[in-house]
């Protein structure tokens, strides 16, 4: 800077006054998208009301200022990590899900592997604060909606009672029918598939 | 409609209020999730009253929760949505329904000011449309995922 060119002074003020009131104003909101621990990776639309983005690649983000576009920018697992890593490990830990399924034509006998799902339900309730089951039934594409959602709630609610059997306590399970809104074999309509007879229970 | 002899109606009261009782219970069912982790200084506004919170409470419909300070807290819903909150941050569940056989439902929240993460779920899954998060400035909508959102520090 030199003192007998006031002019770039002058100029130099301004801006330092300009970078102080855009100080001043709070700092835009930022939203970035996640990779799952699988890799995939799904999308956000992000709306301004002035404007509208799409995020959709893994550590890609957008900036919303107080007026004005919406910005992109791409970081990093590890700027993530350094920046909101506190948040991150804040997050419940992830749904973990056990399936059990019943003996041919019963239903209301599960199959013998069952008592080792039991031993593994257990290990993982210990692990977690205030777990949660939601035992889900599940049926195959024969017979109407109504029937099989009646069906798979009473499968639910079988598995409960075994569940409870084994010292789960029932305040703590919640029974759901699905119908056959779910396969785990998909097929067509009335068709009998053992595999889609049967109730997931889920820990979260 | 029959008509109910005198000396049957007693016990058909006492159904009645048991009924009652049942649905007035079931209503902790209803809840929009629960907290799973805490750490640090965490309260819920929840119809104009201010409640501590601890691991295993339930979070409603309609409830702001607020943290300190090096505090968080984390709240799985009950389509599997899981949420966490940072420091200095307002979260308020605005609406939330779900229907667990059909997975039909809304959820509707807004950070009105710190960090909150969010790994999306069943409502989300089959319904994209009917998730919505938001801040003073943006609205989010969500396609399946795991994101952030930085609402920054507000007045």
């Known amino acids: 800077m030199t003192l007998h060119r006031p002019p770039a002074r002058l100029a130099l003020l301004a801006l330092l006054a300009l970078l102080g009131l855009l100080g001043a104003c709070a700092a835009p909101q930022r939203v970035i998208l996640l990779p799952a621990p699988d890799g995939k990776v799904g999308a956000v639309e992000v709306d301004s009301g002035a404007s509208h983005q799409r995020v959709d690649t893994a550590y890609g983000g957008a900036t919303v200022p107080q007026h004005g576009q919406i910005g992109s920018f791409k970081t990093d697992a590890a700027s993530v990590e350094r920046d909101y890593g506190a948040l991150l490990a804040a997050r419940p830990p992830r749904p973990v899900s056990f399936v059990v399924h019943f003996q041919n034509g019963s239903s209301t006998e599960l199959t013998p592997d069952s008592a080792a799902v039991v031993q593994q339900i257990l290990a993982e309730l210990a692990r977690r604060g205030a777990p949660e089951l939601i035992v889900t039934g599940h049926t195959d594409s024969t017979g109407t909606d109504d029937y099989n959602d009646h069906l798979s709630l009473q499968r639910a609610q079988t598995v409960v009672d075994f569940l409870s059997r084994h010292g789960i306590a029932a305040a703590q399970m919640e029974a759901v029918g699905r119908g056959k809104r779910d396969p785990a074999v998909p097929t067509a309509n009335e068709v009998a598939e053992p595999a889609n007879r049967r109730v997931e229970i889920t820990i979260r | ?155």
């Open chain 2, 1 to 155: 409609m029959r008509t109910v002899p005198p000396y049957r109606a007693a016990p058909l009261a006492a159904g009645a209020l048991l009924a009652l009782l049942c649905s007035l219970a079931a209503g902790a069912v209803d809840s929009a999730g629960m907290v799973k982790t805490l750490k640090g200084q965490v309260n819920i506004l929840r119809a104009g009253q201010t409640l501590p919170v601890r691991v295993g409470d339930p979070v409603l419909e309609g409830d702001q929760l607020n943290t300190g300070a090096d505090s968080s807290v984390g709240i799985t819903l009950r389509d599997d949505t899981l949420l966490a909150a940072g420091a200095r941050s307002t979260l308020e569940i605005r609406h939330f329904s779900f229907n667990p056989t059909t997975h039909d439902g809304r959820l509707d929240s807004n950070v009105k000011r710190g960090t909150l993460a969010v790994i999306s779920g069943k409502i989300a899954h089959a319904h994209p449309e009917a998730v919505q998060f938001s801040t003073n400035s943006l609205t989010l909508g969500v396609r399946g995922t795991e994101f952030i959102i930085d609402a920054g520090e507000q007045p």
